[in-house]
């Protein structure tokens, strides 16, 4: 595999103005062009946003480095999504990052259903420490966070430093909404969680997650937390 070179000296405040008004697919391909090999794409297969952002990337650098954390709590029309869509996405280098404990062993060193009682922890122990050896030795790594998504994610920057996993952070769809993103969806024909359409709008571990709500909203409910600590 080819070293990923340093990452550049960056006018964070420059570029962000630069693309404020760009198109998302001129960002991915600016990522693309810029980090080369360090650049790395982290994917649920849940939300509609994540599909878009594989699509733009996919069709400039199929063998890019793509990241899927699996918590062992995912639905199975997760990775039923991930089965049919990257091959039809043309993606060459998915890799799957687990967390370093079974199920079994979480629940005998922290007790069960740990979610229910500290839903941070659960998430540092299965989605915190592999998305940072996800990230070792990458540059940069790019996400599909929309602003609309919640009020939590409404100053969401295009480009950033992310001090927490020591890399450049890209949110190419930003100023998309969720209309905008449907329509790149369809226009393209790419697959996606086939939960979208049962009422799901935000999909993560079948532990957390609720239909019917707006958002971010069905996630971790009866807790005041709508982020797992990836993007916070
Ligand atoms: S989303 Fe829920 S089950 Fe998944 S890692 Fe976080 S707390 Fe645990």
Not at 22 to 28: G, N, Q, T, Y
Not at 76 to 95: C, D, F, K, Y
Not at 136 to 144: F, H, L, R
């Amino acid at each position: 595999m080819t070293a990923a070179p340093p990452a550049p000296e960056i006018d964070y405040d420059a570029l962000n103005a630069r693309f404020e008004q760009a198109d998302p697919r001129e960002i991915v391909r600016w990522a693309v062009e810029t980090f080369g090999e360090g650049l790395s794409v982290g994917a649920s297969f849940g939300g509609a946003s994540g599909m878009a952002i594989l699509h733009m990337v996919a069709q400039l650098k199929p063998d890019v480095h793509v990241f899927v954390l699996d918590t062992d709590y995912l639905f199975e029309e997760t990775h039923e999504n991930m089965r049919q869509s990257i091959p039809a996405l043309g993606l060459q280098n998915v890799n799957v990052y687990k967390s370093k404990l079974t199920h079994e062993e979480q629940a005998a060193q922290y007790g069960s259903a740990l979610w229910m009682r500290d839903p941070d922890l659960c998430c540092e122990l299965r989605k915190i420490e592999p998305n940072r050896r996800a990230l070792e030795g990458k540059t940069a790594w790019v996400s599909g966070l929309r602003r609309d998504q919640s009020e939590g994610r409404r100053d969401t920057p295009i480009v950033a430093w992310n001090q927490k996993f020591g890399v450049v952070k890209l949110n190419p769809l930003a100023n998309w909404d969720e209309k905008q993103t449907w329509a790149y969806i369809a226009a393209n024909k790419i697959p996606y969680n086939v939960m979208l359409d049962q009422g799901y709008a935000s999909i993560g571990c079948y532990n957390c997650t609720l239909p019917g709500v707006q958002g971010r909203a069905g996630r971790w409910a009866g807790f005041d937390k709508e982020e797992c600590g990836l993007h916070t």
